[in-house]
């Protein structure tokens, strides 16, 4: 073995770095990826976080309990009483599934699945960063860069595929580029790394293992990822990034070689790319966004002419296994053959296989180009017609699926879908440039530079993938916040890019040589190929016959050498050199970036049901209200009890107090919802009509912050959506909010309101015939009425299994339905229909479409909104808080510290500079502008530090001090 190393010394530094690179500087990125994702459970134990983890637990633990039959047959009557929801069909349950797998073959009773639960966003976390980083890494190797030209360049530039513009580029700007590496080899004698000429089989190798372990250094901790990966958050997200990021490495490994590059088996590791987005299809519904961005990127390869019979294989292996097996997903289905959302990939696929059997023609016949084009327009002309004539046959049929509000509103020109339910929700907000700055950090300024260097510098069949990846992201991201979580596997990827390299720049030069794995035999990969070059022209020259002295040759080579020497020498110190000035101005950036991360960790590592603080005093604080509450419902309320609450907290409610709820955080029933929004949202009187004959008790949040009566003009805009007369002629439903003088008529009058004021404010008291307190938590966040006047007659009629409506005979699938008694009430409403849903004739929806986005647009530019006499009086006047907060209330407040929901809700609206949110919030509760996070930071310190002087201006009306002091001394002006 020893006498096979040709160089020792070359081996022992190869040896030494693989050591350093996978041995500790890998190692201590993926601990530190799972240490930085396990604050919430130090600080708080195994608690799941959120809404929607709680639903995920919920079904995990029937999976786990009752097996994957029944699972997928199991219609849940807890769930939207009195109609219930068929689970089964309608959750992505890669999640689920992958938890009970771990539970009972890897930790068996060693660890409870609640606790598995609560660990897996953690695990998948530290995968989904090692993942990144072998995409990245698998990007960075050399590949043939152009068909049929040039196969033994490496690497190459986006400017070479695209016509005319090929030409000026390898006319002009390639040969600039020659002639100045020629002039820094002669001046150097080295191309310091620069040059690459040879497409080599070394895979595991300088610099592309410097830029994955780049990558994953910066996906590690990145705060886009963490927060979907905290420990706590079983959300599908958190296994789905991982399950992304398998399937965009699988995909860029089964291009590996480039176009006429030798890449081992591209149909294999193009079925594996099927299989893990399959695997994506089974856990999340961005299952959509991976299969389009893939075969986008197949179409992107083929536009620029670099098809091949690699990228055939590929493509149609990952296609057909792909779709074959996401068919099978009950949610799924056959929905990426007909949805539109999905048939462009499938259309990629039918154009590879025309494609393919052109080549095949030109190989078998040898056409030439011209030929070659006329067989592709008839072929291609027979199938657009063969096309047409389905789309005519299928399209009265109904048999394609419209674009979903979500995806349509990252298409149209405003920020809204025209869904008042899917634009309630926060994430669905558009993403300000303050959010990239927040969650992407110095990643926001590196990544573009990453971008170009791969357009420009590094581009091959692989390496496209990035570009293509991340046009697609930061346009997505623009149009919601939430898809931001998107942009942190290519924006560390980019970053690693060019980080990767620096380093892999700084290794090269001072060793000589690029180690790598194979560098330990002595197969070291020679960058530098002038001596070559002269050794092939010395030869030649000898060959011609001219004369040269041994003496005068030894002479030469001695004082070539020497200078050699000497060259290089200087060269090293120059690297040194620069290293060294380089270092002590860039880690600064580096440690802030860290420490940032770590700040953002922490804070997004808080549960929202439990919150903890601390007094000025020392004395901790834990604010447990929201369990206090669904425990005390499980254990005084009968087991057929149902709780009508808004939405958001249905699926706490059945997981931990196990009772019936009105609805949860699934949005499939928008009519259902409505229904809900509206009892809330109606009179005291009316409200209670309708709720006897659906609960047996109400679940109300109050204390402030984002409360119930926070969020109620979105629930009255959700009810008028579907009940019209509700807000008539104002889609917006702008009466029902909050004026100068306090909260409007119809608000005040409101179930909500009522239930929510209940003694609290005065005047408001609940009807006592109607309603009774029964439960409020410690700190006032949770109250529960117990609804009066039940109808027992509707109860019973709900729960007759003969009353529900089956899809055939003995089927699982049995729809409950409302009441009789409800029926009046459900004559009023009309479905709402979304403008994209061309299956349905009826276009009665555009008027009210186009007068809410209206409406909305002038709510925005502050203009009055015309729904009557008394309104547009209330909007011009200046903005104040429907209150004066006292002397003694602003000193109670800041001598409590405690990360809550308040602070959260502030944090992310200061931070996404969201000033309309900000505002809104402050004038129900302008007590918040005073409240302070565990760290004795508040509203004032964030505003300081994210540059926000509108909210300082606020923040200052609203009495808040600029010199109080947080936990390290510090005031807000000196976060500045």
Not at 177 to 197: C, H, M, P, W, Y
Request: glycine letters at 8%; aromatic letters at 12%; one cysteine or more.
């Amino acid at each position: 073995m020893l006498a096979s190393i040709k160089n020792p010394l070359k081996a022992l530094l190869c040896c030494l770095w693989i050591y350093l690179v996978f041995g500790k500087i890998l190692t201590r990125i993926l601990l530190e990826a799972y240490n930085i994702r396990t604050y919430a459970i130090t600080g708080y134990g195994p608690i799941i976080h959120e809404f929607d983890p709680y639903f995920n637990f919920r079904a995990t633990e029937y999976l786990y309990e009752h097996g994957w039959k029944k699972f997928v047959t199991w219609f849940d009557y807890m769930s939207w009483y009195p109609l219930g929801r068929p689970v089964g069909t309608t959750i992505y349950p890669g999640m689920q599934v992958t938890a009970v797998w771990i539970k009972r073959y890897i930790f068996g009773d060693a660890m409870s699945l609640n606790d598995v639960c609560v660990y897996v966003p953690a695990w998948f976390g530290v995968l989904a960063t090692f993942l990144t980083g072998l995409m990245a890494y698998e990007c960075s190797l050399p590949a043939a860069t152009k068909p049929g030209k040039d196969t033994a360049a490496p690497f190459g530039s986006i400017l070479s595929n695209i016509p005319v513009i090929s030409w000026v580029y390898e006319e002009f700007i390639v040969k600039v580029l020659q002639i100045a590496l020629k002039t820094l080899e002669s001046v150097a004698g080295t191309d310091f790394g620069l040059r690459q000429n040879k497409n080599s089989d070394e895979y595991l190798s300088s610099p592309a293992v410097e830029v994955g372990v780049c990558t994953a250094l910066t996906m590690a901790i990145v705060p886009a990822h963490l927060m979907r990966s905290v420990g706590g958050g079983y959300d599908n997200e958190s296994v789905a990034i991982t399950a992304m990021t398998l399937t965009f490495w699988l995909w860029t490994r089964s291009l590996r070689g480039g176009v006429d590059g030798n890449g081992s088996f591209p149909l294999v590791w193009g079925a594996l790319t099927g299989i893990g987005y399959f695997y994506m299809a089974a856990v999340w519904g961005g299952y959509v966004f991976v299969l389009n961005l893939i075969g986008c990127h197949a179409a992107f390869l083929v536009l620029l002419g670099r098809y091949s019979k690699k990228l055939h294989r590929a493509y149609s292996a990952f296609y057909f296994i792909g779709t074959l097996l996401a068919i099978q997903i009950p949610v799924v289905g056959l929905t990426p053959l007909k949805s539109l959302e999905q048939l462009a990939p499938c259309a990629v696929f039918i154009g590879m296989q025309l494609l393919e059997i052109v080549e095949r023609q030109r190989r078998k016949k040898g056409l030439t180009n011209t030929e070659v084009w006329k067989l592709r327009i008839k072929i291609f002309s027979f199938a657009g017609v063969a096309i047409l004539c389905a789309g005519y046959i299928f399209l009265p049929t109904a048999y394609f699926g419209p674009i979903s509000s979500r995806v349509r509103a990252l298409f149209v020109k405003h920020t809204k879908t025209g869904n008042p339910l899917v634009d309630s929700v926060a994430e669905h907000q558009p993403a300000s440039a303050g959010a990239y700055t927040q969650y992407l950090d110095l990643l926001v300024y590196i990544a573009p530079v990453g971008f170009g260097l791969v357009s420009f510098r590094y581009f091959h069949d692989s390496s496209s993938f990035l570009i293509v990846y991340a046009t697609a992201t930061y346009f997505f991201s623009l149009k919601m916040v939430r898809l931001i979580l998107l942009t942190a596997p290519i924006a560390c990827a980019l970053s690693g890019v060019i980080m990767g390299r620096c380093v892999a720049f700084v290794t090269y030069n001072l060793l000589g040589f690029s180690p790598s794995l194979s560098g330990i035999l002595g197969d070291y990969i020679e960058v530098e190929e002038e001596e070559e070059t002269k050794k092939k022209n010395s030869s030649k020259k000898t060959s011609k016959g001219k004369k040269t002295k041994q003496t005068t040759a030894k002479e030469d080579t001695t004082s070539t050498s020497s200078v050699q020497i000497v060259k290089s020498g200087l060269c090293k110190a120059l690297i040194v050199m620069s290293v060294y000035v380089m270092y002590p101005n860039l880690s600064p950036h580096a440690e802030l970036f860290y420490e940032k991360c770590q700040g953002i960790a922490k804070h997004m590592s808080h549960p929202t049901i439990v919150q903890k603080g601390q007094l000025q005093s020392g004395a901790d604080v834990v604010m447990d209200d929201y369990r206090e509450c669904y425990w005390w419902i499980n254990e005084n309320t009968p087991l057929d009890s149902r709780i009508l609450a808004w939405w958001d907290y249905g699926y706490q409610i059945t997981s931990i107090a196990n009772r019936t709820t009105i609805a949860d955080g699934n949005t499939w029933n928008h009519e259902h919802i409505a229904l809900l929004g509206r009892v809330l949202t109606s009179p005291e009187k009316e409200g209670h009509r309708i709720a006897r004959h659906l609960a047996d008790y109400a679940l109300i949040w109050a204390g402030g912050g984002g409360d119930d009566l926070a969020k109620s003009p979105h629930l009255a805009r959700i009810a008028n959506s579907v009940y019209r007369n509700m807000c008539p002629g104002d889609p917006t439903c702008s009466k029902f909010g909050y004026t100068q003088q306090g909260p409007s008529k119809m608000m005040r009058e409101s179930f909500l309101f009522k239930l929510h004021s209940h003694r609290l404010k005065p005047g408001v008291e609940a009807d006592s015939n109607r309603f009774q307190e029964v439960f409020g938590s410690k700190y006032g966040k949770c109250r529960v009425f117990k609804i009066l006047s039940v109808s027992q007659e509707s109860k019973d009629w709900a729960a007759d299994p003969k009353n529900r409506v089956c899809d055939a005979p003995g089927s699982w699938y049995c729809s409950g339905q409302y009441p009789p008694a409800l029926q009046k009430v459900l004559e009023e409403k009309k479905d709402f229909e979304q403008l994209e849903d061309f299956n349905k004739g009826d276009k009665g929806d555009s008027e009210y479409q186009a007068l809410y986005h209206e409406n909305l647009k002038k709510k925005g530019q502050g203009k009055p909104i015309s729904t009557g006499p008394d309104r547009s009086e209330e909007q011009r006047q200046p903005w104040k808080p429907n209150r004066d907060v006292g002397k003694d209330e602003i000193k109670k407040i800041n001598s409590i510290w405690e990360d809550n929901e308040e602070t959260t809700l502030l944090w992310r609206l200061i931070s996404n500079n969201d000033m309309n949110g900000l505002m809104t919030h402050l004038a129900h509760s302008p007590e918040d502008a005073h409240r302070r996070s565990s760290d004795g930071r508040g509203p004032m310190w964030w505003a300081h530090e994210h540059g926000r002087k509108n909210v300082i201006r606020v923040l200052k009306k609203l009495g808040v001090s600029s010199n109080l002091k947080d936990a390290s001394g510090m005031t807000p002006h000196e976060e500045l």
